[in-house]
């Protein structure tokens, strides 16, 4: 199977990346959305990310805003 191209995609991180996170704004997340996807990788090593499907994202999020990560 041939995964999404997101070799056009606009990647975008948290505001909360910033220098206030403690580590001076190196402590990065980013993700981007190709097609039904959505990208996630480390600002630091971007050649290094992974695809979901982007209902599985939004449930990932769903879960994170309402404290329900461990």
């Known amino acids: ?4 191209d997101f070799s056009a995609a606009t990647w975008r991180k948290s505001t909360r990346s910033g220098a206030s996170n403690g580590g001076g704004g ?3 997340v980013e ?3 190709a097609g039904s ?3 996630v990788r480390d600002s ?3 050649a290094a990310g ?3 499907a982007g209902a599985t994202f939004d449930r990932f999020l769903a879960l994170v ?3 329900a990560v461990v």
């Open 26 to 28: 190196t402590h990065c």
């Open 1 to 4: 199977m041939i995964g999404p």
């Open 44 to 46: 630091k090593h971007p």
């Open 37 to 39: 996807f959505v990208g």
């Open 31 to 33: 993700v981007a959305h």
């Open 65 to 67: 805003k309402n404290d």
């Open 50 to 52: 992974f695809a979901v």
